[in-house]
Structure formats: structure tokens, C-alpha cells
């Protein structure tokens, strides 16, 4: 029998990945909108790149305006990266769209194409994201797009945010620039009516440590302000509260004379120890005060008067207020945990367009520089502000109506990408779960970087309150460990005046990441240093002897505390101490390669004291016969000896040397690690 064979062709439509290209460079304009200082705001660069203001698609600076009359035209003409065959067009027009009357593509020869003309309808709208699809596209591929605004259309200031084009006809999409993984469940935690009242709590600053709260209180009765009328106080104050015992915080109080007074005061930052806080504006002694910064100190049981900082070339320009018709200079600052680079939320005549970040560096006469703008892809035509710098130094968390968003302003999170300070990563938004309708700023985070604090008027118990929130993977800063201690003389107990030197083995973290402080008087040191390291140590000064450690960070991923001690060991006659890194194996007397640096060290500090004689004492466990064991420790210590003898060419008659064999062991012997201890070499210091 003949069978048939059918063959099925299966055809599988190809799928093609729809390209949409971001207007990138502004070839024409008729007309834009200028202001005093001839900044960015609402001229026709700002229709470049993904859009400024979606989703709330307000009225904003961050978008082309032009100044055509009513019954007048205008025109912009935008380029892209490339040509692409062009099948839709799509305009932000976030404040009253409509008056698009026609839009031209060009090719790259430069030929015209009517891709849409209006009909005159108007829509009933304030905003819109409208798309247009092209019915008869060009054979020729587009890289310009130009929209013809035609003002009899639709009368009234017009904006327009972005421009794009793409190949195919699937509605172009825009998403804002969310941070990753983002848990669902995240949630933020209102402090509660302990710390939050019926008034408004804000720019909360959290120690460090996590253990003290610092905030500005808004119109509370409890302010110094005097009242102005029958309804009660105005103004505000620096309020703090302190975490006790269970983990919850106290009744805040309020901080009191001199900081706070009859005038608005508010925090900025506070220092890396917890004792200095960082105020807003310079109190003049006048009894005024001044667009600045001031920093005060915790001494005894009160605070300073706050000084001023000096930063050079400081400007400000105000904004006048609407209701009060007052020009109002508003300054926010963040500071790094060494106080060497401080940032800064101002206007001043350089600004990308509203209140923008500065930086500023700790100079040699303890000014800081004069601000550096930090670069258009943090700053925008808008405000930026809140800033605050994670103990990192590499990631910064600000607030911005700029940057697309949900809300008044959004949180958002950058990283440094090197050490100019103005280059940064794209800002990514935190999230709907931290961000919210209303206006949302002032991050902070202890060095811990679980949780953060910040102010919000979401779900609030007055004015605006202050929430906490745990910090998820994505948005934390790195790593950071703090490593604590004492350095003092072994003889006497007392601090050593000794400023520690430390130095990653890895080349990615440099001294300006390491933030090291010292107290003088009592030798104890703090250093908070990046996790993913081994880090070597080294203490040198005359008439100690010196120290070289390390601590390996290389596989910590998590905050962590650490506490090291360092004992410095006086140069002079009858002082012992144990060479502790030369190390025996059981029952041999031949001295570990890795003992070669403990020895050498003992070589270098005889050769700098030439007078200098030493006692070399060889001890060992208790495993085995007794006069064996005298006799191997002898030959242990003789190693040690000939090795300085021959190596370090140090005069034998200079080193005399002593066995103990089992006796005076250090440790116990019950295990092989503890053995390991008492398997020594000491040296004692005979004459110096």
C-alpha cells in the first residue's frame, strides 16, 4: 500500500522588539521661557531624554515653554541618536495639550514629511501622553521630529516635556526609574504619638550609633518662639529623643538655649561621634541670623553656642514665599563622617534651574571650597534637596521634583562613581512604598544601614511625621564596620598619643573611604572602615616598639562592631614581651617562613638602637620528656638567635639566650591550639 506523507509547515510570526528613541539634541526653537539667571528651567533642552515630570504631569520647569502670544506660532525641532523607519510619535504634553497643529519628520538628507495635522480638536484634558501613530510613514528613515504649536488652538501657557519616536505602532511606554527588587510587603512604620504630634515633625537626624534622634519640631506650643497672635506659637525648634533599654524612644525634649531661640532653628547634620550637631543659618550676634551653616558640640551637660562654618564664596538666592510675599533662603546639608566633604541643597546663580546640590571639601585653614555644582544627573530644572550621605561616602539619598516620581517630591538613591563627586549614577526612585502622594525628603540612616528615618506627610498623625523604614538589598549602602579600641602603654596603662595608620589591600578603597578619629588625651581611636577588605594596621613612634596587625573584612557583609586594642611596648631596659608571631611545630625547632616578618621587625629595631641587648627566652608544651623538651626549646631560641646573627648581621654578643622548656606555660595544654600558645619565643630587653 502507498502512503501518503504530509509535511505541516508550521509559520511562526516573527516577533521584532519595538525600538523608541528619546529626543537628544534641540536643532531649532522659536521661543522659550528664560529666567533671571538664564538657567535651564522651561527652555527646549529640557524636552531631551525620557521624561522629567510623568506620571503627576504638572506644571514644571523641567519642560519646554514656549513664549509665543496667543495668536501667534511656534516650533521646536529635535534630533535623534539615529534614523529609524518611524511608525509613531509620542509628545508629553504635560499642561494644556492640544495646540500640536502639525508635526514634520525629516530624513537624514534633510527632506521634509507631514506626519500629522491637526483637525482643531482640543482635548479635554491639562496633560497628556499622547501618541500619534503614523498612517503612511516615510520610505525614508527619520533621525527629526518637528511640532508646530499653533496657539489659536488652545490659548494659555503650554509645556512640553519629551519627545519620542519608534518603529512600530505598539503604544511607546515610559516606567519611572524604580529601584530594584522592591519588597511587596515593605511598608513604612509612623514613629507613633511618643516622638509625633498634632504639629509637624521633620528632617529627622539619626546618630551614628542609632541611639539618638535629633528632628525639627513645627509650631508646637513647647517652641521658644514668641507667639505673634492670639493663636498660639509659630516657628520652630530642634527637638531629640533617646532610645532606651526596649528599643523604643523616650519623650522628645526639647534642645533647649543656645541653639534653639525666638527665630526658626533647625538641624542639619550631626557629626560622626554623636556630640556635634551641625544647625542651620549663622547666629549673628546681632541676634539675627544668616543663610549658613553653624556647628555646635556637646560638652559636659550642654551645648555650645553654634559657630559658623566657613564655606567660601557661600550664595544663596531666595525664592519668594506666595502667601507671605517674603524672599525665603531654604538650605539643607549633608556632611561625610570624616567632616572633609560637605554637601549642600541651595540656589545660587549657577543652578541647573530651582534649588540644586553642591559640594564643598574641607580645606587645609578649616573652610570648606567654594560649591561645586554636582552635575545634571543628579540636579534638574527643578528642586533638589534632603540630602544625606551614607557612612560609605558613596551613596547618596536625596529628594527631588525633578525626577519622575509619585508625589510633591520623591526620595530618591545614587551612587558615586568616582572621586570628583560629580559623577553619579542614574537616580533610582525608592518606591511607591516609601514615596507617596504628598511631599517626601529628609533620609537618614545610622551606620547600621537597617533602617532609615525620614519625614512624610502619608498617614500622618498632624503635619507632617516622622516614619521609619527597613532598608531592602538595593538601596542599602555598603557595608561598614566599626573598629573601636584603645592604644596605650603596656607599662603604664595610659593613652598613647599615636594616630593610627590603616590601608585596604583593596585598591578600590582608598584613605578618603576610611574615616579615623583620635583622641589624643586618652588614646582611644574609632575607625569606620568599608567591609570587603583585609585592612593591615601599623603604629610607629620612637621609644615603642612597633606594630604592624591586620583584620580580614574580606568576607563580611553586614554592619559589625569590632573592638582592638593595641598595647605598645615601651622601649626600655627589663620590659618582655612575646614574639608573637614566630611559630614552632611540635617537637621541631626550625622557624616558620611566616615567622620571617616577626623576626625581621626585631632586626630592624636593633639595628636602629645599637646600644640596644636583648634576652631571647624558648619555651615549649608539655608533650614529651622533660629534659627533652628544655633541650628543644634551647635549640628554638638559638634558631631565632642565628637567624639575626647571619640574616639581620646583628652582633651575636648583643643576644643572650635562656630555656624554660615546659615551665611557665601561658595556657593550658589541653588542646593542640592551646599547646600551639605555649610553644614560644620571648625577649626581654636587657640594656638599651
Avoid at 499622547?130 to 527629526?144: L, T
Avoid at 579600641?485 to 594616630?499: E, K, Q, W, Y
Avoid at 611566616?594 to 619555651?619: C, H, N, R, T, W
Amino acid at each position: 500500500m502507498l502512503k501518503k506523507i504530509i509535511f505541516l509547515l508550521l509559520v511562526i510570526p516573527a516577533t521584532f522588539a519595538q525600538e523608541v528613541l528619546w529626543a537628544d539634541k534641540v536643532l531649532e526653537v522659536s521661543s522659550e521661557h528664560t529666567d533671571q539667571f538664564y538657567s535651564p528651567k522651561n527652555r527646549a533642552i529640557q524636552l531631551l531624554g525620557k521624561p522629567s515630570i510623568y506620571p503627576q504631569m504638572t506644571e514644571t520647569p523641567c519642560a519646554w515653554q514656549p513664549n509665543g502670544s496667543d495668536f501667534g506660532e511656534d516650533y521646536v525641532k529635535v534630533g535623534f541618536e539615529k534614523a529609524i523607519n518611524i511608525r509613531q510619535v509620542a509628545v508629553i504634553e504635560n499642561w494644556n495639550p492640544g495646540a500640536v497643529a502639525r508635526i514634520f519628520g525629516y530624513d537624514e538628507a534633510g527632506q521634509e514629511y507631514l506626519l500629522y495635522q491637526s483637525k482643531g480638536n482640543v482635548p479635554n484634558a491639562r496633560k497628556r501622553f499622547w501618541r500619534v501613530n503614523v498612517d503612511e510613514p516615510p520610505a525614508e528613515k527619520i533621525n527629526a521630529i518637528k511640532l508646530l504649536i499653533n496657539h489659536r488652538i488652545s490659548k494659555g501657557l503650554k509645556q512640553y516635556d519629551a519627545i519620542a519616536i519608534s518603529d512600530s505602532d505598539k503604544p511607546i511606554e515610559f516606567e519611572i526609574n524604580l529601584a530594584n527588587d522592591i519588597p511587596k510587603g515593605l511598608k513604612k512604620q509612623n514613629l507613633g504619638d511618643i516622638v509625633n504630634s498634632a504639629y509637624g515633625e521633620v528632617a529627622p537626624i539619626i546618630t551614628p550609633d542609632g541611639q539618638t534622634l535629633y528632628f525639627t519640631r513645627l509650631d508646637h506650643p513647647e517652641n521658644l518662639k514668641t507667639k505673634k497672635n492670639d493663636d498660639g506659637p509659630v516657628g520652630q525648634d530642634i527637638w531629640f529623643s533617646k532610645l532606651n533599654d526596649t528599643g523604643h524612644w523616650n519623650r522628645p525634649e526639647n534642645i533647649g538655649k543656645p541653639i534653639n531661640n525666638e527665630l526658626d532653628n533647625a538641624a542639619a547634620t550631626a557629626s560622626a561621634d554623636g556630640n556635634s550637631l551641625f544647625i542651620l543659618n549663622v547666629y549673628h550676634p546681632s541676634g539675627k541670623l544668616l543663610a549658613g551653616l553653624s556647628k555646635t558640640r556637646f560638652s559636659g551637660n550642654s551645648w555650645s553656642m553654634p559657630e559658623k562654618v566657613e564655606i567660601n564664596n557661600f550664595q544663596a538666592i531666595g525664592e519668594r514665599n506666595p502667601i507671605t510675599n517674603l524672599t525665603e533662603i531654604r538650605t539643607e546639608y549633608a556632611i561625610s563622617h570624616d567632616e572633609k566633604v560637605l554637601i549642600m541643597g541651595l540656589q545660587r546663580s549657577q543652578t541647573f534651574g530651582g534649588k540644586d546640590l553642591y559640594v564643598s571639601f574641607l580645606e587645609a585653614n578649616g573652610s570648606y571650597s567654594t560649591p561645586v555644582n554636582m552635575g545634571n544627573v543628579i540636579n534638574t530644572a527643578d528642586n533638589e534637596g534632603s540630602p544625606f550621605l551614607s557612612a560609605d561616602m558613596k551613596t547618596l539619598y536625596f529628594n527631588s521634583k525633578g525626577h519622575p516620581g509619585y508625589g510633591e517630591a520623591d526620595i530618591f538613591v545614587s551612587r558615586r562613581l568616582d572621586d570628583t563627586w560629580t559623577n553619579w549614577s542614574e537616580p533610582l526612585n525608592l518606591g511607591p512604598q516609601i514615596n507617596s502622594s504628598k511631599w517626601d525628603g529628609y533620609f537618614s540612616i545610622p551606620a547600621s544601614g537597617d533602617y532609615a528615618y525620614l519625614s512624610s506627610k502619608d498617614n500622618s498623625i498632624g503635619g507632617e511625621d516622622i516614619f521609619k523604614i527597613e532598608l531592602f538589598e538595593s538601596i542599602k549602602p555598603e557595608a561598614m564596620v566599626i573598629v573601636k579600641g584603645r592604644i596605650f602603654d603596656a607599662s603604664t596603662g595610659d593613652g598613647v598619643n599615636l594616630p593610627l595608620q590603616i590601608v585596604a589591600r583593596n585598591d578600590s578603597i582608598s584613605k578618603s573611604n576610611i574615616d579615623l578619629k583620635f583622641n589624643r588625651e586618652t588614646g582611644e581611636y574609632s575607625a569606620m572602615i568599608p567591609a570587603g577588605s583585609v585592612y593591615d594596621f601599623d603604629l610607629d613612634k620612637d621609644g615603642y616598639m612597633e606594630i604592624e596587625d591586620s583584620l580580614d573584612l574580606a568576607a563580611i557583609t553586614d554592619y559589625k562592631e569590632i573592638i582592638k586594642d593595641f598595647e605598645m611596648i615601651p622601649l626600655k631596659a627589663g620590659y618582655n614581651m612575646i614574639l608573637k608571631n614566630v611559630n614552632f611545630d611540635q617537637g621541631l625547632y626550625d622557624i616558620r617562613p611566616e615567622s620571617f616578618a616577626e623576626v625581621d621587625k626585631l632586626i630592624k629595631l636593633m639595628k636602629q638602637y645599637p646600644d640596644m641587648e636583648i634576652l631571647l627566652e624558648g619555651y615549649t608544651d608539655n608533650q614529651g620528656d622533660f629534659t627533652l623538651n628544655v633541650q628543644l626549646a634551647e635549640n628554638r631560641v638559638n634558631a631565632v638567635r642565628d637567624y639575626m646573627v647571619k640574616r639581620g648581621q646583628i652582633d651575636e654578643t648583643r643576644i643572650e639566650t635562656k630555656s624554660w622548656g615546659p615551665m611557665r606555660p601561658v595556657s593550658s595544654n589541653a588542646t593542640p591550639e592551646l599547646r600551639q600558645k605555649n610553644r614560644r619565643v620571648e625577649f626581654t630587653i636587657l640594656k638599651m
